[in-house]
C-alpha cells in the first residue's frame, strides 16, 4: 500500500474526530477519540495511535488540516488575558454603552454582556480623524505615552488601539502600535484598522479586544500541538480551519485567532457541500449534532450561505463566516424537570467527562442514554468499539424521570427524544422561515455523531425532500477541513453615493483590495494550488437606511461606466430580499469587498461497487419511538452497495456513527457511498 496520507482532525466537545485520505487509492479512514479536554493535543495523539494501530504511520502523513476550539472555550469561559484598551478622547465607554439594546427586546431585565475589558483598564488618547480619514487632531505623544504607562501598571499583559475612523485612515493606530513596541516591549499590542478596517468604531474595539484576549492561549496550544506532532512522527506543519470556510497557515492563525472562532462548524459545512455535490443535490439544510450542541447551515444551490456579523458569548465578530444556527440539543444534553413539572432536555451538556450515564462515570440522563435504551445504538460498537456503552447505567439514570413521568425507563427515553426533537423543530422552522426557505424544497444533510440518529426524526417533522447521509458523517468535520480552500476575505469601508464615484475608482480600488489577498496567498505555504478564484461584491443600501445588503459583482457591472447597470442590479436584489425596491432613492456603497479562494487539491475518493435489491440485514434490535415498538432490521454501512435498498424501520451501524430509518421511510445507497433516505410514499 502506498504511503502518501492526509490528515483533518477535529475537536468537539465530546470527541475528536480524525479523517485520512490515501492520496492514491481514495481510500478514506475516520476515528473518533473522545476529547481531553484539560490537553486536546493529547485527544490528538491517542488518535495517530489508534491509527499506526492501523497500519498508518505518522510519518506518512504530508498533509495536515485541524479545526480548534480554544478561541472559542476561551472566550465562552472567560479565561483569557488581562488586557488594556486605548482609545481616542472621549470614548472611554465605548465597551460599556455598547449599542444600548437589551439582549432580549422584551425582557427587561436582560442585561448587556460585561465586556473583556473593565473600565479602569480603558485609556484615552487626545487625537482625532475625520469621517473621510483626514486628521483633525494630531496623535498627541505625551497622553499616547500616560496611557501604555497606565496600561503596563494595571498588569494587564496586552493591549488593544481603537481610534475614531482608523477604517479609513490606520495611521495614528500604527503610530500607536509602534510606540507600544519602543517603551513597553512586554506588551502585546493589536490595532483595529489591522485586524478588520471597517466603520462600527464599537464593533471593531470588541472584535479586537476578543483577538487579544484569545490570543495567548491559542498560542500556547498551537505550540504544544506543534510539539506533540513532532513527538509522534509528524513532520508536516498544520494548517489550520477559519470560521469563513478557508484554511491558513498557523502562523497565520496564531496572529489572528479570532478568525478560527467557528472554524470546527465551517469545516462540517465545507464537507457537507462536498457530499451534497457528490450525491447531484442542491438545497440541503446541514444539520450538524455532536455531544454537545446542533447546529444547522443553509446550502442553496450547491453553495454555503456567509455572513458579515456574528454574536458570540455577547461579543459582536465583524468578521464573513459560514452562517450556522444553534438548533438544539446534543448527545450529551441531559434531561431535567422544570417548575412546573415539564419535561427538559438541555441545553446544559454533560460533555465528554463524565459524559452521559452510559459511558461509566456521569449519573446524569443524557440523550445518548435515551439512544441507547432506545435500542438505536450497539453498546459494543459505539466510535468502532472504542467507547464501552453501559445500557444498566442509562437506565439507572433515567429511572427519576420515568418516576416523574410514571412510565418505564424506556418510554421516558422515548419521551426524552421527543422533546428534543421538538426543540430542535421550533427553532429549525424559525430559521427557515427568516430566510424565506420552504424546508420541502430541501434535502437534510445529516452528520456528526448523533445527527444521523436523530436527522429522521427532524425530516419528518419540517417534511424535507430527504435525509442525506454522507459516507463518514460522524467524521465530516475532519473531512471538510481536509478538503477546504485557502480562503482570504479583503474589505474596504466607501460610505460613498454612487453618483459620487467614478468608475474608474472603483475598479481602482477594488485592484488594491485584490492585491492584498493575492500578497496574502503568496505568504501561505500554499504549495500544489489548482489555481485561485476572486470574488467581488458591495455592501450597498438605499440613502437613509441604517443597515446594508451584500450584492454580488461580475465583471460587467464593474465596467459600467454610468453606474445605471450597477443601481439597477441592487434594486433587483432589494426587490427579491425585502419585496419591493425604490429605483428612484439615491445609492449608497458602504463597504467593497474581495474574497480570495485559492483552490486546493481534491482528493478522488473511490466508488462503491453497484449491487440490486435489497440490503442483507446482519440481525434484529427491538426499537421503541413515538410511543410504538417495532423490530428493525440492522445493516453495516460498510456492506452496502450502491443501488441497494434498506426498508425501515431499520438500524444501519457505522463506526463513527449509527443511522436510523424509520417505519414509513426507506434508504438508498449510491455511487459515492451516500445512504439516501425517502419516504415510501414517494417511491410508490
Known amino acids: 500500500m502506498t504511503?502518501?496520507?492526509?490528515?483533518?482532525?477535529?475537536?468537539?466537545?465530546?470527541?475528536?474526530?480524525?479523517?485520512?485520505?490515501?492520496?492514491?487509492?481514495?481510500?478514506?479512514?475516520?476515528?473518533?477519540?473522545?476529547?481531553?479536554?484539560?490537553?486536546?493535543?493529547?485527544?490528538?495523539?491517542?488518535?495517530?495511535?489508534?491509527?499506526?494501530?492501523?497500519?498508518?504511520?505518522?510519518?506518512?502523513?504530508?498533509?495536515?488540516?485541524?479545526?480548534?476550539?480554544?478561541?472559542?472555550?476561551?472566550?465562552?469561559?472567560?479565561?483569557?488575558?488581562?488586557?488594556?484598551?486605548?482609545?481616542?478622547?472621549?470614548?472611554?465607554?465605548?465597551?460599556?454603552?455598547?449599542?444600548?439594546?437589551?439582549?432580549?427586546?422584551?425582557?427587561?431585565?436582560?442585561?448587556?454582556?460585561?465586556?473583556?475589558?473593565?473600565?479602569?483598564?480603558?485609556?484615552?488618547v487626545k487625537e482625532r480623524l475625520t469621517h473621510d480619514g483626514s486628521v483633525h487632531t494630531p496623535l498627541d505623544m505625551q497622553s499616547l505615552d500616560e496611557a501604555i504607562q497606565g496600561a503596563a501598571a494595571s498588569g494587564a499583559q496586552g493591549v488593544v488601539i481603537c481610534f475614531l475612523h482608523s477604517y479609513k485612515n490606520p495611521v495614528h493606530e500604527q503610530q500607536a502600535v509602534n510606540r507600544i513596541a519602543e517603551i513597553a516591549p512586554g506588551l502585546a499590542a493589536n490595532a483595529s484598522s489591522s485586524l478588520w478596517p471597517q466603520m462600527r468604531e464599537y464593533e471593531r474595539a470588541a472584535m479586537t479586544s476578543v483577538n487579544l484576549y484569545i490570543q495567548p492561549n491559542v498560542q500556547r496550544y498551537f505550540e504544544t500541538l506543534q510539539e506533540r506532532l513532532q513527538e509522534e512522527g509528524v513532520k508536516t506543519t498544520p494548517f489550520i480551519t477559519q470560521s469563513n470556510g478557508g484554511i491558513m497557515d498557523i502562523g497565520t492563525a496564531a496572529e489572528a485567532p479570532v478568525r478560527t472562532l467557528f472554524s470546527g462548524p465551517a469545516a462540517g459545512v465545507i464537507g457537507a457541500v462536498h457530499a451534497a455535490r457528490s450525491a447531484g443535490i442542491g438545497n440541503v439544510i446541514t444539520f450538524d449534532m455532536g455531544g454537545t450542541s446542533a447546529d444547522i447551515s443553509i446550502i442553496e444551490s450547491g453553495e454555503p450561505t456567509f455572513t458579515h456579523f456574528n454574536q458570540l458569548g455577547g461579543m459582536p465578530?465583524?468578521?464573513?463566516?459560514?452562517?450556522?444556527?444553534?438548533?438544539?440539543?446534543?448527545?450529551?444534553?441531559?434531561?431535567?424537570?422544570?417548575?412546573?413539572?415539564?419535561?427538559?432536555?438541555?441545553?446544559?451538556?454533560?460533555?465528554?467527562?463524565?459524559?452521559?450515564?452510559?459511558?461509566?462515570?456521569?449519573?446524569?440522563?443524557?440523550?445518548?442514554?435515551?439512544?441507547?435504551?432506545?435500542?438505536?445504538?450497539?453498546?459494543?460498537?459505539?466510535?468502532?468499539?472504542?467507547?464501552?456503552?453501559?445500557?444498566?447505567?442509562?437506565?439507572?439514570?433515567?429511572?427519576?424521570?420515568?418516576?416523574?413521568?410514571?412510565?418505564?425507563?424506556?418510554?421516558?427515553a422515548d419521551a426524552m427524544i421527543r422533546v428534543a426533537v421538538a426543540n430542535m423543530y421550533a427553532e429549525l422552522s424559525a430559521v427557515m422561515e427568516q430566510h424565506g426557505f420552504d424546508p420541502r424544497e430541501f434535502s437534510l444533510l445529516a452528520f456528526g455523531g448523533g445527527g444521523p440518529v436523530t436527522a429522521n426524526f427532524l425530516a419528518e417533522e419540517i417534511q424535507a425532500q430527504s435525509v442525506l447521509v454522507p459516507?463518514?458523517?460522524?467524521?465530516?468535520?475532519?473531512?471538510?477541513?481536509?478538503?477546504?480552500?485557502?480562503?482570504?476575505?479583503?474589505?474596504?469601508?466607501?460610505?460613498?453615493?454612487?453618483?459620487?464615484?467614478?468608475?474608474?475608482?472603483?475598479?481602482?480600488?477594488?485592484g488594491l483590495l485584490a492585491d492584498q489577498a493575492l500578497a496574502w496567498l503568496d505568504n501561505q505555504d500554499a504549495a500544489g494550488l489548482e489555481g485561485s478564484t476572486l470574488y467581488y461584491s458591495m455592501d450597498a443600501r438605499y440613502s437613509g437606511q441604517a443597515f446594508e445588503i451584500e450584492m454580488p459583482l461580475d465583471r460587467q457591472l464593474l465596467e459600467d461606466s454610468s453606474g445605471e447597470q450597477l443601481a439597477s442590479a441592487f434594486h433587483e436584489l432589494h426587490r427579491r430580499q425585502y419585496g419591493h425596491s425604490d429605483p428612484a432613492a439615491v445609492l449608497e456603497i458602504i463597504n467593497l469587498r474581495v474574497r480570495l479562494v485559492g483552490h486546493t487539491v481534491k482528493p478522488v475518493i473511490s466508488e462503491v461497487a453497484e449491487g440490486t435489491g435489497h440490503a442483507l440485514p446482519t440481525g434484529k434490535r427491538s426499537i421503541i419511538y413515538g410511543g410504538t415498538e417495532y423490530e428493525a432490521d440492522v445493516y453495516a454501512r460498510r456492506e452496502l452497495l450502491a443501488g441497494q435498498v434498506v426498508e425501515g424501520p431499520a438500524i444501519v451501524e457505522q463506526d463513527d456513527t449509527t443511522v436510523l430509518v424509520l417505519h414509513n421511510w426507506y434508504g438508498e445507497s449510491d455511487r459515492s457511498g451516500n445512504l439516501i433516505l425517502k419516504r415510501k410514499e414517494v417511491r410508490a
Not at 465530516?476 to 480562503?487: E, I, M, P
Request: hydrophobic share 40%; with cysteine.
Open 3 to 124: 504511503n502518501s496520507w492526509r490528515l483533518g482532525i477535529d475537536i468537539g466537545g465530546t470527541f475528536t474526530d480524525l479523517t485520512v485520505l490515501n492520496n492514491e487509492t481514495g481510500q478514506l479512514t475516520g476515528i473518533k477519540t473522545p476529547t481531553v479536554p484539560s490537553d486536546p493535543a493529547q485527544g490528538i495523539a491517542n488518535g495517530l495511535a489508534l491509527l499506526k494501530a492501523q497500519g498508518i504511520q505518522p510519518e506518512d502523513i504530508h498533509y495536515f488540516v485541524h479545526g480548534t476550539t480554544i478561541g472559542l472555550n476561551t472566550l465562552l469561559q472567560r479565561r483569557g488575558e488581562e488586557i488594556a484598551l486605548i482609545v481616542t478622547e472621549g470614548f472611554r465607554d465605548l465597551l460599556n454603552l455598547q449599542r444600548l439594546r437589551l439582549p432580549i427586546p422584551y425582557d427587561f431585565s436582560s442585561r448587556l454582556p460585561e465586556p473583556l475589558i473593565p473600565r479602569e483598564r480603558v485609556f484615552t
Open 317 to 412: 465578530i465583524m468578521l464573513p463566516s459560514v452562517s450556522m444556527y444553534s438548533v438544539g440539543a446534543g448527545g450529551g444534553s441531559y434531561a431535567w424537570i422544570d417548575n412546573g413539572g415539564l419535561l427538559k432536555v438541555g441545553p446544559e451538556s454533560v460533555g465528554s467527562s463524565p459524559g452521559p450515564a452510559c459511558y461509566g462515570k456521569g449519573d446524569r440522563a443524557a440523550l445518548t442514554d435515551a439512544f441507547l435504551l432506545c435500542g438505536y445504538l450497539n453498546p459494543d460498537r459505539f466510535a468502532a468499539g472504542n467507547v464501552q456503552l453501559y445500557p444498566e447505567r442509562s437506565a439507572e439514570a433515567i429511572g427519576p424521570v420515568a418516576e416523574h413521568l410514571g412510565t418505564s425507563a424506556r418510554e421516558a
Open 471 to 510: 459516507p463518514s458523517p460522524g467524521t465530516l468535520c475532519a473531512l471538510g477541513a481536509l478538503t477546504a480552500d485557502f480562503a482570504y476575505d479583503a474589505v474596504l469601508t466607501l460610505q460613498k453615493r454612487l453618483d459620487e464615484i467614478q468608475a474608474e475608482q472603483l475598479k481602482k480600488e477594488y
